[in-house]
């Protein structure tokens, strides 16, 4: 997403109005001088954050994506924020300092005083406010924008304070649902959430690496591994919002005012367990309190701790122990959220000690060393997450044998690491949303079903339609045409975070052929 010639002329219109009032009135008194000053470094500033973003993450400031990271970041993630970017910062600000002097220099005011001048400043202060009437010429002003910018994001967060009586309108609506149960007296389901994982970054998809050697080993007839899934969104409030409700990319209803799976499946009789390696202050307020069962276990709040994800390992066991005879068990891992060195034990560290073709590929794309850098521990990140999500499902398998049940992987969103361009972290395109995607069932598949099954295009925008699948739970409102395991399965249009609609690229294909099934 770039700024259009339209987004371009009117900010400069602004700018140029505006300079010339306060250049003229900066003429006055020394104490009015700070004026044209004051009004260059807003525009400067605003210039700074929008490029910044838009170079970054391929979105305006006042898109969705950046409302809810705002509203949902806490000062200590800020703070990792900065520390994870302060490269690419540290270069915006040499270059805005530089552009703030020239304009300074070019605008400062001289002594010299006309009633012309100040005629053209009553024509020029009534064309300025004339022409604020218009929305696009408001979002040019940043002394207009970035105060209704707060507002917004304020307004957000005041709505997450009111999930809780949202939550109870959405209950009173269940009757438009009618959750039923139709599957045998006990039936257990876990639901694995990961983050920020990319499945170019793994080894049962192709990745040359030696990053999922648990996974391989675990890769037989009763475990089918989708080859060309996208997420619902680049950021993880956003798809989490789609993935466990009715909302979708089609079709962005309100879905805090509509049950979401865990509602539903509480409501046809299931116990829910949620346990989560994060601190998210949306989704445990939207989510995790519609459970029976909360394990919050990241108490620090903040991303910037070694909160190994092995630590939800017993509170998995424990939920599959429970002597429910319906169980939804939920995992939300902290997967590979930023910072990779920190999500990865030393003793599991393999890919920052050696050099192979991933590094000389990327050396020969000309990526930076500290994009480099990046990738390994990236790699590392994903050779414990293989650890993890192995040790998730062996449990699974072990506590339910051949019992009715169902596990599912998946990840929130991928994650660019130097896998496109020069940068690494959330990315509004194919790299932030390619993501891994595993289902496993006490039944084995045939070979030419499995192979079928595996090949679908698939979008977690609809990923509730088939947890209530696998949960054997039925509506009024069922969506035939989502169930990804149905004969009824047709899929739809697959769009990225950026809107535009999604082409699978040579990266993809290459992963989704049977050729990069590894074998153990």
């Keep these: 997403m770039n700024l259009g010639w339209r987004d371009t002329a009117e900010a400069a219109l602004v700018y140029c109005l505006g300079a010339h009032i306060l250049g003229v009135l900066g003429r006055g ?13 807003a525009f400067v500033v605003d210039l700074g954050v929008k490029a910044f973003l838009m170079t970054v993450y391929k979105s305006r400031p006042d898109a969705a994506l950046v409302i809810e990271a705002i509203s949902n970041t806490n000062s200590d993630e800020s703070a990792e924020f900065l520390m994870n970017y302060w490269r690419l910062l540290g270069t915006y600000t040499l270059q805005l300092s530089v552009l703030l002097v020239l304009l300074f220099v070019a605008t400062r005011p001289d002594p010299g005083h006309s009633s012309s001048r100040r005629r053209s400043v009553v024509v020029a202060t009534a064309v300025f406010a004339l022409l604020h009437l218009h929305p696009g010429v ?26 809780r009586t949202k939550r109870e309108n959405a209950l009173a609506g269940l009757g438009d649902w009618m959750p039923t149960y139709a599957g045998p007296e006990k039936h257990t389901v876990g639901l694995v959430i990961g983050e920020s994982t990319n499945r170019w970054n793994w080894q049962l998809y192709g990745y040359s690496r030696n990053t999922t050697p648990e996974l391989v080993k675990q890769a037989d007839d009763k475990l089918v591994v989708f080859r060309d899934v ?14 466990l409700t009715p909302r979708t ?4 209803r309100n879905e805090e005012a509509l049950p979401s799976v865990l509602m539903l499946a509480r409501a046809a009789g299931y116990k829910i367990f949620w346990i989560s390696n994060q601190h998210d202050r949306y989704i445990s307020t939207r989510f ?16 910037a701790e070694r909160n190994l994800d092995e630590r939800i390992l017993p509170e998995w066991k424990a939920a599959l122990e429970d002597p429910a005879p319906r169980k939804l068990i939920i995992a939300h891992l902290m997967g590979a959220h930023a910072h990779y060195d920190l999500r990865c034990p030393d003793h599991l ?23 480099r850098v990046k990738r390994d521990q990236y790699d590392d990140a994903m050779l414990y997450q293989d650890w993890v999500i192995s ?7 072990d506590a339910v044998g051949s019992s009715s049940s169902a596990w599912l992987y998946t990840s929130d969103h991928a994650e660019e690491v130097g896998h496109t361009r020069d940068f690494t972290g959330h990315s509004p395109d194919e790299a932030g949303q390619v993501i891994p995607f595993m289902l496993w069932t006490p039944e084995a598949f045939s070979p030419q079903r499995k192979a079928e099954l595996e090949r679908r295009p698939y979008q977690t925008d609809v990923l509730d339609w088939t947890l209530l699948d ?35 690229s040579g990266t993809t294909r290459l992963a989704g052929t049977s050729a990069a099934i590894m074998s153990p």
């Excluded at 990319?249 to 962005?252: M, R």
């Design 288 to 303: 995790a309190e519609e459970a029976d069962v909360q394990h919050m276990l990241n108490k620090g709040g903040t991303v």
């Design 230 to 243: 996208l997420s619902a969104a680049s950021s993880t409030v956003s798809s989490f919002r789609q993935m």
């Design 29 to 41: 008194s020394p104490s009015s001088r700070w004026l044209p000053l004051t009004w260059n470094l």
């Design 138 to 163: 408001r979002r040019a002003n940043p002394l207009v924008f970035w105060p209704v910018q707060a507002a917004t994001v304020e307004e957000f967060r005041a709505n997450v304070d009111t999930l």
């Design 349 to 371: 560290r393999h890919f920052e000690e050696s050099v192979d073709d991933v590094d000389r590929d990327l050396e020969a794309k000309g990526r930076p060393e500290w994009v």
């Design 249 to 252: 990319i089609q079709d962005p």
């Design 470 to 504: 696998l949960l054997k739970v039925r509506t009024r409102q069922d969506r035939p045409e989502n169930l990804l395991l149905a004969d009824t399965y047709r899929p739809h249009e697959r769009r990225l975070h950026d809107g535009s609609v999604y082409h699978p």
């Design 391 to 397: 040790r998730l499902l062996s449990d699974f398998k």
